[in-house]
């Protein structure tokens, strides 16, 4: 088996190799040749034909589109709806209450199959209590949980109220999750004893009362899940067991019928400051099109398929295709608490073969890891039920691509690489299942009603064969409408670098025939196992420690996880006494994980007596990059000082660590 690599620009755009569909699937597909023609010129009409088609309105809208006050859109403004209804309600309505919604995979082992009818009372009696604990339409909610089944009942039972989750994902840290309680205001957080991961319990209520120990004066209670059942601080008045309220609450609730421009979740990402932006999301555009494509590009079928996407709910995708999507959408789905290698590195499959999991949609990053585990492992189950192969998060290889399809799919399974971004809400550019040629590597085509490409410097498209910046030329449904309490930079990120064109922040190449590759991020944001990092954050993380007067971060790239954070520092006067470099290195890269997360956590730490900068103060990381990376050093003209290299590479004498 071939090692996983990073291949060459040139071998991306020369990749030869095709993957039809089938007949057969082809046949069968949601999703027939000639989509594309049908959407017709305007694109809006055909947002608003797919949201009555997939959506219960309780006030119909007549608008589709207004962006007469652009960049701020408003879609389907004079409809109501409400998110919780129309992802569990109707379906019961509808008679298929029966249906399996989640069939929960604990770590630990602990299994539960809950059906469409018991999600929706015990999403009903958690909205009353939110409800009876202050929550009202408007108001916003934290959820801080492991992927247990409390935590999509938490995301709907705020939905159902028309009060905005802000899930903050259980890997980060108190400081993190502090940061994001104060800049939403949350008046409730809703949490667990822990969780489980690698087969130990891990604690998070003690993060969310350290938290709050910072000053959060906005949040009222803490409403807490057992899950581990660890011994647990608690705050008398303010916090309240799950299990003594939620069970006895009625199951008897009117959803709140809200506007559709009304927010329905905030979601914090990181961008070119150190600061993360609240991603705002409202209710009806971003339903119709998180439904729309979870059905068109996974070709779901809701009565037949088991769907898996092992994304954890802190992230875009667990939002859209754990929760919204799939839930209103009526699908079965799994979740899975913990990772791939807990109890044995065949978990994944394990599951797989359990349920007779049908759609699969992960990450490069984990194909690549099971490349490295060997095929001998996915060969020991069965996943002859699996038709359907997604890939989200970072750009695939084309070696992975490849291997995914024959060693997890049976040769057999379209692939489907799916571009878009916590801001677009939902899948933007990817293959249609039943009708593309699949290309290894390449997300291809703008789905139907996008409207997205890859421009020049001035904004021009660039010509078959040429690279630039993607951008998307048209409002889309799922788009972000803002970022909490930041309405300029929201204007000045996504929408100044090409007036009146969404900037998407990756490069990209178009090849000989007009398909899409997206090479990466363009601006100071890391993507480290799909998971966006920015390098800032995690530089005001180390400066932020004693010990360090100046830091420098790049990402670089890596085998397993497409780039690795590299940090470069230096020391304030010559360092601590008495401590080596590896427990210096040791005690800095602790220091990023109690602030950020473990997943900001530097692959490396590098000591080093200056950096390279231009005359005007920018860190070239561009140089840095060559230094994480074993390369030779770049053009280092235009720095201010052009010694400041040598100097570098003299004092980097093995300092620094890797595990
Ligand atoms: C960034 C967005 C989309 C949900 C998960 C990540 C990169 C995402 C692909 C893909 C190449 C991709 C981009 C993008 N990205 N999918 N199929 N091919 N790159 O959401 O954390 O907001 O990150 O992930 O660089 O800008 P996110």
């Known amino acids: 088996m071939s090692e996983p690599n990073q291949p060459a620009l040139e071998n991306l755009l020369t990749e030869g190799r095709r993957f039809e569909p089938s007949p057969e699937f082809a046949a069968q597909a949601n999703v027939q040749a000639g989509a594309y023609d049908a959407v017709g010129e305007d694109l809006a009409a055909y947002w608003a034909g797919r949201s009555r088609e997939l959506l219960t309105w309780r006030t119909p809208f007549t608008q589709s589109l207004d962006w007469s006050d652009a960049p701020i859109a408003r879609w389907f403004a004079d409809g109501t709806i409400n998110a919780a209804y129309n992802a569990l309600d109707r379906h019961v309505e509808a008679g298929i209450g029966d249906r399996v919604a989640l069939h929960f995979e604990g770590e630990p082992g602990d299994s539960r199959s809950i059906t469409y009818a018991e999600l929706r009372d015990e999403v009903a009696r958690t909205a009353n209590v939110l409800a009876s604990l202050g929550v009202r339409t408007g108001d916003r909610v934290a959820i801080y949980l492991p992927l247990v089944p409390e935590a999509v009942v938490a995301m709907l039972a705020c939905a159902r109220l028309g009060a905005p989750h802000s899930v903050v994902f259980g890997g980060f840290s108190a400081e993190a999750l502090h940061s994001r309680i104060e800049d939403a205001e949350a008046k409730v957080v809703i949490t667990a004893d822990g969780g489980f991961r690698r087969g130990k319990p891990f604690a998070l209520k003690p993060a969310v009362d350290e938290a709050l120990a910072k000053g959060a004066p906005s949040v009222e209670h803490v409403l807490v899940v057992r899950r581990t059942g660890q011994e647990t601080a608690w705050t008398e008045g303010r916090d309240v067991w799950w299990h003594d309220v939620v069970p006895q609450a009625s199951t008897e609730h009117e959803p709140a019928w809200v506007e559709a421009e009304h927010p329905l979740f905030i979601l914090y990402t990181s961008g070119t400051t150190g600061k993360p932006k609240g991603i705002l999301h409202t209710t009806g555009g971003y339903l119709t099109q998180v439904a729309a494509t979870h059905r068109d590009v996974f070709d779901l079928k809701p009565a037949t398929d088991v769907y898996w996407c092992t994304a954890d709910i802190g992230w875009v995708t667990g939002h859209s295709y754990v929760v919204y999507g799939p839930l209103v959408n009526g699908a079965t789905q799994v979740i899975y608490e913990g990772t791939p290698d807990t109890p044995h590195r065949g978990r994944w499959w394990e599951i797989v073969a359990k349920y007779g999991v049908t759609i699969l949609y992960t990450a490069p990053t984990a194909i690549r890891t099971y490349m490295k585990w060997g095929e001998e492992i996915p060969a020991q189950h069965d996943l002859s039920s699996l038709r359907l192969l997604g890939s989200v998060g970072e750009p695939i290889n084309p070696e992975a691509w490849v291997w995914y399809r024959r060693v997890i799919g049976g040769d057999r399974t379209p692939v489907v690489d799916t571009w878009w971004q916590t801001e677009t809400g939902a899948i933007m550019i990817s293959p249609l299942p039943g009708v593309t040629a699949a290309k290894p590597g390449s997300a291809q085509t703008p789905l139907p009603g996008i409207s997205a490409n890859v421009v020049d410097d001035d904004g021009q498209p660039v010509p078959a064969g040429g ?19 930041d309405p300029e930079r929201y204007a000045d990120t996504y929408w100044s670098r090409f007036p009146g064109v969404y900037f998407a922040g990756d490069g990209a190449k178009k090849d000989e025939d007009g398909d899409i590759w997206v090479l990466g991020r363009v601006d100071d944001v890391m993507n480290v196992s799909g998971h966006r990092l920015s390098t800032t954050e995690i530089e005001s993380a180390l400066v932020s420690h ?54 900001a956590k530097p692959r490396q730490v590098l000591v080093v007596p200056e950096l390279p900068k231009t005359r005007s103060g920018k860190i070239m990381r561009r140089l840095l990059r060559d230094i994480a990376e074993n390369r030779t050093i770049g053009d280092a003209t235009t720095l201010a000082d052009s010694s400041v290299m040598d100097l570098i590479k003299s004092e980097l004498s093995g300092g620094g660590s890797k595990d």
Request: hydrophobic residues 45%; negative net charge; without cysteine.
């Open 467 to 485: 690279g630039g910046y993607l951008v998307v030329n048209q409002p889309w449904p799922a788009m972000l409408r803002g970022i909490w309490g």
């Open 546 to 599: 004693d010990w360090v007067a100046e830091a420098a971060v790049v990402g670089a790239s890596d085998d397993t996880t497409g780039q690795a954070v590299v940090a470069f520092v230096i020391l304030r006067g010559g360092g601590p006494e008495g401590v080596t470099e590896a427990e210096l290195v040791e005690t800095l890269r602790q220091h990023v994980a109690k602030e950020i997360g473990p997943i």
